[in-house]
């Protein structure tokens, strides 16, 4: 098992968090939640070990577009790197939709 750790430079505070993916069967879990600091804290544990440059290339893409601050959690079972970008991708959605759920029920319905 290798544990990894990036770290990248963010512009925008995040407030919510998300959850996507599965452990097992060749796939992943992301685990997105919002980091005090304006930085985005990635921690990988993989099953696979000696991929760190194909971990890093990857990151490095998705932060050219992701500018948030968070920490992600990436715990993972052999994803290919196609599988990686889909679930940070959907991470990023799902953070975005409960923000803008959280936006839309501040001192509604009660």
Do not use: C
């Amino acid at each position: 098992m290798e544990h990894l750790t990036f770290d990248y430079s963010a512009q925008r505070a995040v407030n919510a968090r998300a959850h996507v993916g599965v452990v097992g069967s060749g796939d992943l879990e992301v685990l997105l939640t919002p980091n005090d600091k304006m930085t985005a804290h990635v921690i990988v544990h993989t099953s696979v070990d000696g991929y760190g440059h194909i971990w890093k290339s990857v990151l490095d893409r998705f932060f050219t577009r992701y500018d948030g601050a968070v920490q992600i959690e990436i715990n993972d079972f052999g994803a290919t790197p196609g599988v990686v970008a889909l679930r940070l991708a959907e991470a990023v959605e799902a953070q975005q939709a409960a923000q803008a759920d959280g936006a839309t029920n501040k001192g509604g319905d009660q």
